[in-house]
């Protein structure tokens, strides 16, 4: 597998449930970012970790956790989330320490119903 | 606060001509900006980096400029095609990790 890789590719849940979505990235960058990407809206940037160090939290909503076990792995804890979360949720890495160039996974799109 | 503007939601052209996207942002000044692909169902893919004491940038058949007297950018495709049809995105670096996007413009090339 090369690139970055995001499952699951579609997700519906409930109000009341908790799920997880899962980013991989095989290019050896040391940043990976979750995005959130809403219908007709600009990508908004969520979190930014670093070398596994969160550097970056852009005001989310604690119902949004986050997690970087390693370099390759990232994941976003989903916990009570409202209709309004709905939406494709992207994440990138990138190698460097300016977020340049970004490659992103393919998204996992999120409905809350 | 940082503001971009793309300068239309759709752009639609014949195939073979040159297709321009605007970019102005405001209440920055950026070290570099990006610019993106993104198709239907899919993540943005890096097309171009242009940075504050470059005026162009050239990749094939797309061309980046950036004027940042202006505060604008502009990207250009040209000889388009079909296969070009796509949004566009625009990306702005504000400092540390943080890029901020455009909503993008969707290109529309008619055979």
């Known amino acids: 597998e090369t690139g970055v890789t995001q499952t699951p590719r579609h997700l519906v849940m409930g109000m009341t449930n908790k799920k997880s979505l899962k980013c991989e990235q095989h290019l050896g960058h040391n940043a990976m970012y979750w995005y959130k990407q809403s219908a007709k809206k600009p990508l908004e940037l969520m979190f930014v970790y670093s070398l596994e160090e969160r550097v970056e939290n852009n005001s989310v909503p604690s119902r949004f956790s986050p997690e970087c076990p390693n370099s390759s792995h990232l994941f976003l804890h989903l916990h009570t989330l409202q209709p309004e979360d709905s939406a494709l949720y992207l994440c990138a890495s990138s190698q460097g320490s300016m977020g340049e160039k970004l490659f992103f996974g393919s998204g996992t799109q999120l409905s809350v119903l | 606060s940082q503001k971009i503007e793309q300068n239309s939601e759709a752009l639609n052209i014949q195939e073979g001509k040159t297709a321009t996207l605007t970019c102005n942002y405001t209440?920055?000044?950026?070290?570099?900006l990006q610019w993106y692909r993104q198709d239907p169902g899919r993540g943005p893919v890096f097309l171009l980096l242009i940075r504050e004491n470059e005026k162009e940038k050239r990749k094939e058949r797309l061309k980046v400029t950036f004027d940042t007297t202006l505060k604008q950018s502009l990207f250009h495709i040209t000889a388009s095609q079909p296969a070009d049809s796509a949004t566009y995105l625009c990306a702005l670096h504000t400092g540390g990790f943080k890029t901020i996007f455009g909503a993008g413009t969707r290109l529309f090339v008619k055979a």
């Open positions: 209440n920055y000044s950026p070290a570099y």
